[in-house]
């Protein structure tokens, strides 16, 4: 069985920083990409970004370009989403996933094999 753990949600003001990670652990398997999802209550989980395991590239919703970054660590199977600028609107929970295989749209949930069980980012002063 895979398992992704997030770590470092938490609650910071507006325009503070927050660093989230994903550990992959389990069984061995193939990564393809990996990407951050959020929902806040009452709506859809939406994209966040992805990085394509292997090149290293990624990829940002609109919402966040300029102020997210993410990056992986291939040997510790990790994820980051360095989140700076933050802002009321990204209050929600943020959710990492795992890609085994290429899939044409990186923004799409289904393109997702493993999820993680959340970590809460709360933005408010």
């Known amino acids: 069985q895979v398992q992704l753990v997030e770590s470092g949600g938490g609650l910071v003001q507006p325009g503070g920083s927050l660093n989230l990670s994903c550990a992959a652990s389990?069984?061995?398997?193939?990564?393809?990409?990996m990407a951050w999802f959020r929902q806040a209550p009452g709506k859809e989980r939406e994209f966040v970004g992805a990085i394509r395991w292997s090149a290293g590239t990624t990829y940002y919703a609109d919402s966040v370009k300029g102020r997210f970054t993410i990056s992986r660590d291939n040997a510790k199977k990790t994820e980051y989403l360095q989140m700076n600028s933050l802002k009321p609107e990204d209050m929600a929970v943020y959710f990492c996933s795992v890609a085994r295989y290429y899939r044409e749209r990186h923004d799409y949930t289904s393109s997702y094999d493993y999820w993680g069980q959340g970590t809460q980012v709360t933005v408010a002063s």
């Open positions: 389990g069984r061995t398997f193939s990564v393809y990409a």
